[in-house]
C-alpha cells in the first residue's frame, strides 16, 4: 500500500515527540503505518493523539487490548520450535494490533457518533519490547520469500489488493515460519476471525471511548484520513490479530 508517511528517522521534533509517547504507551519499539501515515497529513496525528494518550496513559486501552485478546477466536496451530527473536517479534505484533485496534476503533466510531459507556478495567501496558529487526521491503526480498508474502496476503482478500501486513514480510527474517503458516491459512478462516475481531472490538469501544481525550476540530484532512482508518480497523488490523495470537500460542507450546 503507497501511502505517504513520515517514518521515525524522518519526523520534526513535534512528531517524534508523539512517536516516543505512543511508543511508550503501547510498549512497543516500533510506530505503527497508519500513525506515520496520520502524521503526513496536516493536523491529523494532533487530532489522532489527544484522544488516544489519556486512554494510553491511564491503562485503559491494556485493558481492552487484554479483553479483546481474550474474546478473539484464535486458528489452530501446531506447536512451533520458533527461532530465537520470533516470540518478541509476535508480542511486538500481538500488543500493537490489539491496541491499535481498540483505541483506532474507539475513535472512528466516536466521530461516527458512537457513545460512551462505562469504561472497563485498566491493565498495566507491560514493559518495552525489543526492537524488532529491520522491516523488509517486498520489492528486496528474494523471489521464494516474495511469493510466500503474497500469497498470504492474497488469503487476506483485502479492499486494496496491494496491502500486504507488515508481520509477513518482518517474517521472512524467518521463512520456515511463513512456510509453517501458508498450509494453515485459508481465505474463509481468515474472513472468519477477522470478523470475530471486528466485533470484539466494537463490542469493547464504547467503554474505551469514555477513556478518550476531547476530539480537537477536525482537521481540513480528515475525512480522507477517516476512510483509510476504516480499512486499517476493519481489515488490516483485525485480520492479523487472530493470526498474531495463534502464533503466540504455538510458539508458547513448542518451547
Do not use: C
Request: net charge neutral; aromatic share 4%; charged share 15%.
Amino acid at each position: 500500500m503507497s501511502l505517504p508517511e513520515i517514518r521515525e528517522a524522518q519526523a520534526s521534533p513535534d512528531v517524534a515527540a508523539i512517536y516516543a509517547a505512543l511508543r511508550s504507551g503501547v510498549g512497543v519499539a516500533q510506530v505503527n503505518l497508519i500513525w506515520r501515515h496520520a502524521a503526513a497529513l496536516p493536523e491529523v496525528l494532533d487530532w489522532l493523539w489527544a484522544q488516544a494518550a489519556p486512554a494510553l496513559a491511564s491503562g485503559a486501552a491494556a485493558g481492552a487490548r487484554d479483553r479483546i485478546a481474550a474474546r478473539v477466536a484464535v486458528p489452530a496451530l501446531a506447536p512451533i520450535a520458533a527461532p530465537p527473536g520470533v516470540a518478541d517479534l509476535i508480542e511486538t505484533y500481538n500488543r500493537g494490533n490489539l491496541t491499535n485496534l481498540a483505541v483506532l476503533t474507539a475513535i472512528r466510531l466516536r466521530a461516527a457518533g458512537a457513545a460512551p459507556a462505562a469504561p472497563g478495567a485498566a491493565a498495566p501496558v507491560g514493559a518495552m519490547l525489543p526492537v524488532p529487526p529491520p522491516l523488509p521491503k517486498l520489492a528486496d526480498l528474494p523471489p521464494e520469500a516474495a511469493t510466500l508474502v503474497r500469497g498470504l496476503a492474497a488469503k487476506h482478500r483485502l479492499s486494496d489488493a496491494s496491502v500486504v501486513p507488515s508481520l509477513y514480510l518482518h517474517l521472512t527474517h524467518w521463512p520456515e515460519m511463513l512456510a509453517l503458516l501458508d498450509p494453515v491459512l485459508s481465505p474463509d478462516g481468515v474472513a472468519a476471525g477477522r470478523d470475530g475481531a471486528v466485533a470484539v472490538a466494537a463490542a469493547e469501544a464504547p467503554g474505551l471511548i469514555a477513556a478518550l481525550g476531547p476530539a480537537p476540530a477536525p482537521p481540513a484532512a480528515l475525512d480522507g484520513f477517516v476512510a483509510t482508518l476504516a480499512l486499517f480497523t476493519r481489515e488490516v488490523i483485525p485480520g492479523m490479530v487472530p493470526i498474531g495470537l495463534a502464533l503466540r500460542r504455538a510458539v508458547a507450546m513448542g518451547r
